[in-house]
């Protein structure tokens, strides 16, 4: 019993850091019905921000803002490139990622890893008000995340907000109605990355170190968190949605967790995310695929 209780508390602490991932890329994927793969190379970006400005005596919270801002500069440029030049969102995803990846070294001056080993944190912050470690990681992970919610909520009931999920919606009919729609992508890339960005500063913080390579795979925890969410809870509003990526984040963690609890060597953490989605993935299939049966059965004894 102790031992689930300690792999639920890691999992939530971990899930919480996470689900900022999964909102970012929710963004994109669902809201404005986009591949974007430059999550990996803006995850590791927000991560170096802020590991370098801690390491310059930089106040943890301006640090972890910066890394924010590093995040939409890199949606910014995948926007563009979307947008202006015409590139597909997947390829434009995929050349930004790229192009981030020297400059994420270039920000940590070359090292593909950088230590915040005796720097002061966002979780220092909330080990001064007498919490252990763990439960620093979640009041503090847990008040980011719900910032975010409201602050994303906030901006979806706005006049940019519901155009971009008008664009998402329905591009074609959006720009008949006037809205520009280019820029509500632009604004939808940004806003995504920040966000992912911030997922890579709050972990940085909380693993004590930044790291180069930190953005592979990445993007499936965040899908993960995503078709879990909608797995449990379907058609909800803006709000809820949010939330559930954060439970759903929660849920992906404790399954990683639990798989890991069964002797898998740590080569295999990739492996064993890929199966994780997988079985996500399938889920909503299968259970589509007992629904109509059903239906079917039912029709049949109703003709008979």
């Known amino acids: 019993m102790s031992t689930f209780t300690d792999l639920l508390l890691s999992s939530t602490s971990q899930g919480l850091l996470w689900s900022l991932m999964a909102i970012g890329v929710y963004l994109t994927f669902r809201i404005l019905d986009l591949a974007d793969m430059t999550a990996e190379g803006s995850f590791p970006l927000g991560g170096a921000i802020t590991t370098m400005c801690l390491i310059s005596g930089v106040n943890p919270v301006l640090a972890t803002i910066a890394a ?19 590139i597909p969102s997947l390829l434009a995803g995929i050349v930004t990622m790229t192009g ?3 400059i994420t070294s270039r920000v940590m001056k070359n090292a593909a890893n950088v230590s915040l080993l005796g720097k002061r944190t966002l979780f220092s912050i909330a080990q001064d008000w007498g919490l252990s470690h763990n439960n620093a990681v979640i009041v503090m992970g847990l008040i980011v995340a719900l910032l975010a919610i ?7 009931r706005t006049e940019i907000g519901l155009a971009m999920r008008s664009t998402g919606d329905n591009p074609e009919m959006s720009a008949a109605n006037g809205i520009n729609t280019q820029s509500m992508k632009i604004w939808g890339y940004m806003i995504s990355n920040g966000c992912i960005a911030l997922s890579g500063a709050l972990l940085a913080q909380n693993n004590g ?9 990445t993007l499936v925890i965040g899908l993960a968190s995503i078709i879990i969410a909608e797995v ?3 058609h909800l509003p803006i709000g809820m949605r949010l939330v559930t990526l954060v439970i759903g984040a929660i849920i992906y963690r404790l399954i990683l967790a639990l798989v890991f609890q069964m002797n898998v060597e740590p080569s295999d953490a990739k492996l064993a995310s ?7 993935l399938a889920l909503p299939n299968f259970h589509l695929s007992n629904k109509n049966k ?4 039912n029709v049949s004894s109703i003709e008979n």
């Open 150 to 156: 409201i602050l994303l909520v906030g901006f979806f």
């Open 294 to 297: 059903g239906e079917k059965n």
């Open 68 to 86: 924010f801002g590093g995040g939409m500069l890199a949606g910014l440029v995948t926007g563009v490139l979307n947008t202006k030049l015409k």
């Open 274 to 280: 890929a199966l994780v989605l997988i079985i996500c």
């Open 232 to 234: 449990l809870l379907r």
């Open 209 to 217: 170190f930044a790291d180069l390579n930190s953005g592979v795979g």
């Open 100 to 102: 981030l990846y020297s």
